[in-house]
């Protein structure tokens, strides 16, 4: 049987082209442009063509000349030659893919030695490290929830936690952002088990989230609370442990957290930190981590070395915000309507969506790379430039990115 499945298929024969062409009897009506299952496509298409909101896929060149502050390489690591070389190497002696599931051949001894070392970096039990952030969220959002029970939910929140607040078959309460009094009253209301989550750091303005006082929050009333750090590992905190244990919620058993690696340690994959019981759970519960395949050994290996790095040079956490902070403050002293970042993400507004995508465009043909954000991205339609502070840009750089910005900004 394995024999035949791997003889190759033969050419089509006249009878295949036969079968074949009754798939295309579709009846005509149906292979009328705008008709058929997919028509509408074409209309909200032209829509968004029509508005200049449509998103391009825009490959990226290797050895651009662009300067980017568009991606989350907040340290500069996932070119640090330790980093690239772990990468190569895991990739090398334990293959391309990690061949399946984490529970069936997925885990490598890899795979262990990130978790144990991201436990320790941040100062939680127990860690689980997944295929992405974005799997992370997903898995503890749906497993620390369910029926009967209540999630309390900030409305900034990143797409991933809104996701798995969709996933779960729990109640959901959307609360205003970054608003303590408003989590309590919710708790209040609710009898039965509650879990509140909300981004540390906010993807659009780089805000902060009040984690003392949700915690607070949380603790008066027996909830959990999921933080979602994947703006803060790695640039908040002590050495950038991140933005729970700058808190002081490190190792808080009612307090879980995740975090992508594809930030600030320059790698790609997620990462939920929390009490070891909360994290056995998750090895048995949590649906995007028993059906999804594990974390490719190239990118764990790669998150690994970051990681050493980040800890030999613990400095880079601090040189990152810095240069944020330098951002804002010079952005704002041009008068650009700039917010005061909490992390690396600084945001710039701009008048209008159509000013917003002119603007990065004009920064792009300028040699600047910096992220647009826009409706349907931001619910509010308050467009932005989001720019990436990077802790490894010169201050030739961050002159020169500041100079371009402020030039080429919308005049009204
Ligand atoms: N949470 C937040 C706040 C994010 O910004 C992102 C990435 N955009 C994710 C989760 C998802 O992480 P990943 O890209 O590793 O899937």
């Given at each position: 049987q394995y024999v035949a499945a791997c003889t190759p298929r033969a050419p089509p024969t006249a009878a295949h082209r036969l079968r074949g062409s009754a798939v295309n009897s579709t009846p005509p009506a149906a292979r009328?442009?705008?008709?058929?299952?997919?028509?509408?496509l074409a209309e909200q298409d032209a829509v968004r063509r029509r508005a200049g909101l449509r998103r391009e896929l825009r490959p990226r060149e290797a050895d651009s000349a662009l300067l980017d502050l568009a991606g989350n390489d907040y340290l500069g690591l996932t070119r640090h030659p330790d980093v690239t070389r772990a990468g190569a190497e895991a990739c090398l002696r334990w293959?391309?893919?990690?061949?399946?599931s984490r529970l069936v051949t997925g885990t490598t001894a890899l795979h262990a030695e990130l978790e144990a070392e991201l436990a320790d970096f941040t100062g939680a039990e127990a860690a689980l490290v997944f295929a992405s952030g974005y799997a992370a969220n997903l898995a503890a959002v749906t497993a620390l929830s369910g029926a009967g029970s209540l999630l309390v939910s900030d409305a900034a929140n990143h797409a991933s936690l809104i996701d798995g607040c969709r996933l779960s078959r729990a109640a959901v309460e959307v609360v205003p952002h970054a608003d303590p009094d408003a989590v309590r009253k919710v708790l209040a209301g609710h009898d039965g088990p509650a879990l509140v989550v909300s981004d540390s750091v906010f993807s659009v303005d780089g805000d902060a989230a009040p984690l003392p006082r949700l915690a607070a929050a949380c603790r008066e009333y027996g909830a959990g609370l999921l933080v979602d750090d994947a703006h803060g590992l790695?640039?908040?905190?002590?050495?950038?442990?991140g933005a729970p244990h700058a808190a002081g919620l490190a190792g808080a058993p009612d307090v879980v957290c995740t975090a992508t690696l594809s930030k600030s340690l320059g790698a790609q994959g997620g990462v939920v930190l929390g009490p070891a019981a909360v994290i056995e759970h998750l090895v048995n519960a949590a649906r995007t981590f028993i059906f999804d395949t594990g974390l490719a050994p190239a990118a764990a290996g790669a998150a690994l070395a970051a990681l050493r790095v980040l800890r030999r040079e613990p400095e880079r956490a601090e040189r990152a915000r810095a240069v944020a902070r330098d951002f804002h403050q010079r952005l704002s002293a041009a008068g650009l309507d700039t917010t005061r970042p909490d992390a690396c993400v600084v945001s710039v507004r701009a008048p209008s969506p159509e000013d917003a995508v002119a603007w990065a465009a004009r920064c792009r043909e300028e040699g600047l790379a910096v992220g647009c954000f826009r409706p349907p991205s931001v619910p509010?339609?308050?467009?932005r430039l989001r720019l990436t502070a990077r802790g490894d840009l010169t201050a030739a750089e961050v002159g020169r990115a500041v100079e371009v910005i402020v030039r080429t900004a919308p005049r009204r």
């Open positions: 009328r442009p705008g008709t058929g299952p997919f028509g509408r293959g391309a893919g990690s061949t399946g790695g640039v908040l905190g002590d050495g950038g442990r509010d339609g308050v467009s």
